[in-house]
């Protein structure tokens, strides 16, 4: 612990990754809070495994033929939004079920993936970083592009906040209200899709439903509507991903799995304590 | 509430609230609805029964304006129902709802204030909602969350946002599924009471607990058939189904007494 603090003001990749870690959690607190009322974590699992795809071919392209902005980001973000797109277009026509959509973009996606990256010089490296995310190879672009969807996200929740409560808690009835559901459904999965592609790059594909689910899950025990749930959500992902980072950092461990255990270890003292309110007489 | 003056919409569709005509509706290849004709007047009590898959749903979302009839035209207010959703206030079953959603009772009924839904009240949102709040009898409530009330609180929840626009027709899906028998007499002494100021419509199995209040009973099975208070009072339906009426066949009964709802 020590040695992450006195290492901060030494090392500018250390700065950067802290503050990669603060700016994701803003995103992960809001999106988790309303993929998690919308219960739509699948959709959010689905999108993140298959950037796989997206992240495999950019890299093949950028090593074996030198498309120099072919990075694994672009690859991702493309492959995000397809998917978000995809997901948008198929999820409300009838005789379409929107898990079988999602297993299927979840498997092909990483499938795609893995053919791209075994055909790709440094196999291996690129496939941990790319499962388990690197923190600590976080680059400027990174937060420049976090920040921006910071900004954005805060910006729509605060203004569009009572549409979005609504649209989560009865879609029909927000149709029948006259909002646009189906273009704000549109935006939303592209917003999901753009936040797990910055997730990825801290915490990785496997890990990104746990760094949105259970921040906002615990926040849901601890809090009684949807503001404070967000707030309180964003707060539980500076928790997690910043103790993570401290802790993995000293003792060599990877920093996005350390991140998921200390959100893991938040969700089951936040049931512990709800349990234990409830029995209370 | 005061009622909009309604003179803009009497040619075609008379005064009438709702009304439907030569309605076919069908899902897949099967008719759901066909040859629906109905005509609904201002302030009436109407109870929509009929068997599982008779249509009864079906009917409810062609007036809503969530579909689309094949053939025939709707009209609420005299215009399609999309455009007067704001005067449509809209009570789904409470079971369909996450219990666990984050959200206050007033945050629900403000939800209510969406949209085409601000039009009657701009500026008095806040007045609008405590109003709702007082006419379902859960002023005390505003603060507590959705995820603590009873069955029927919910559902009075529910139907205040749907109050919360100042509509002028209620319409139900279920309103006393999983309801208890006290909490549904309390709710239809609510609804007693708004009918006063607006029509309301029930789609139910359980039209026991709504025949003292009704003033129609629209009978759906493939098609519509409407019995007017005149001829069918609430102690007729009662004979005329049963006590217990939730063990009652009702596409039976309808088509034993040749009231032509039937294709059974």
């Not at chain 1, 569009?160 to 879609?171: C, N, V």
């Not at chain 1, 921040?215 to 910043?242: F, K």
């Amino acid at each position: 612990m020590f040695a992450f603090i006195s290492d901060l003001s030494q090392f500018s990749f250390l700065r950067m990754a802290l503050m990669a870690a603060v700016l994701a959690s803003v995103a992960c607190g809001i999106v988790g809070s309303y993929v998690t009322v919308r219960r739509s974590t699948y959709i959010a699992g689905a999108i993140a495994h298959c950037t796989l795809g997206g992240m495999g071919l950019a890299r093949y392209l950028q090593v074996e033929t030198g498309l120099y902005w072919a990075t694994p980001l672009t690859g991702a973000v493309l492959a995000a939004l397809l998917a978000g797109l995809l997901i948008s277009f198929l999820q409300n026509r009838p005789g379409m079920r929107l898990d079988t959509v999602l297993s299927a973009i979840w498997a092909t996606g990483m499938a795609i993936g893995i053919l791209f990256i075994s055909r790709t010089q440094g196999y291996n490296e690129d496939l941990m970083s790319y499962l388990f995310g690197d923190i600590l190879m976080v680059t400027r672009t990174d937060l420049i592009l976090t920040g921006m969807l910071d900004i954005f996200l805060v910006s729509v929740a605060f203004f569009f906040q009572r549409e979005l409560d609504a649209i989560a808690f009865d879609e029909e009835f927000a149709r029948l209200s006259g909002l646009p559901v189906r273009i704000y459904d549109t935006i939303f999965l592209l917003v999901v899709a753009l936040t797990v592609v910055l997730l990825v790059q801290l915490v990785g594909i496997i890990l990104v439903v746990a760094l949105l689910a259970l921040p906002a899950a615990a926040a849901a025990r601890i809090t009684a509507r949807l503001p404070a749930m967000i707030l309180a959500s964003v707060l539980l992902c500076l928790l997690a991903s910043i103790s993570g980072l401290a802790i993995s950092y000293p003792l060599d461990l990877p920093a996005g799995a350390m991140i998921i255990l200390v959100a893991g270890a938040i969700y089951l003292v936040s049931a512990f304590i709800s349990i234990k309110v409830a029995e209370r007489p | 509430m005061s009622r909009p003056q309604k003179t803009e919409h009497r040619h075609q569709a008379g005064s009438a609230d709702i009304v439907l005509e030569q309605v076919r509706f069908t899902y897949g290849r099967e008719p759901v609805l066909e040859d629906v004709n109905l005509r609904i007047n201002p302030g009436e009590f109407i109870g929509v029964i009929g068997p599982n898959g008779g249509g009864k749903t079906t009917l409810l979302r062609l007036i809503l304006g969530l579909l689309k009839p094949d053939t025939g035209t709707v009209r609420v207010f005299g215009k399609p129902p999309e455009e007067v959703s704001h005067l449509i206030g809209y009570v789904p079953q409470h079971l369909q709802f996450d219990p666990a959603f984050p959200a206050t009772v007033m945050d629900l009924v403000r939800m209510g204030q969406i949209g085409r839904r601000r039009k009657l009240i701009r500026g008095h949102e806040q007045e609008a909602a405590d109003r709702a709040l007082r006419l379902v009898e859960l002023e005390h409530y505003k603060n507590i969350n959705f995820a603590s009330l009873s069955g029927g609180q919910r559902q009075r929840a529910l139907i205040a946002r749907a109050l919360a626009a100042g509509p002028r027709m209620l319409l139900f899906d279920e309103p006393t599924a999983n309801v208890d028998s006290s909490s549904g007499k309390r709710l239809y002494r609510i609804l007693a009471e708004l009918n006063k100021e607006m029509t309301i419509l029930i789609v139910s199995h359980d039209i026991g607990f709504v025949s003292r209040h009704i003033t129609s009973v629209v009978c759906v099975n493939r098609t519509v058939v409407i019995h007017p208070t005149s001829s069918l009072a609430g102690q007729n339906i009662i004979d005329l189904y049963g006590q217990d009426l939730s063990l009652v066949r009702h596409d039976h009964r309808c088509s034993y007494e040749g009231h032509s709802c039937s294709h059974s």
